[in-house]
């Protein structure tokens, strides 16, 4: 089984590993530039990993204000929607 990570939204890892789910921050060293994956949870479900992952950006988004009303939240939870699902089809096809 190999284990290739999906990036969503710069901000988060995504990846498949012995049937579980692993979420990871994604991390740049600011002198060597150097990427690393701290490892935030990991899930034996892909819905619970997605509604997860959904409110952990649209948290980040309020936090960096992007969001600023009800209608810029619901716009953001369908576009992070549509981002896990792509990821998720990603997983998937690498996987099958």
Known sequence: MTNHRVIVKSWYSVMKLNGSFVLADVK??????????PTVAIYSSELKLISDLI????????????????????KEINHCGELCQIAMNKINNIEG
């Open 55 to 74: 409110n952990l950006m649209v948290k980040r988004a309020v936090f960096l204000k992007r969001i600023n009303n009800t209608n810029e939240l619901l």
């Open 28 to 37: 740049h060293d600011k002198d060597t530039g150097a990427v690393s994956y």
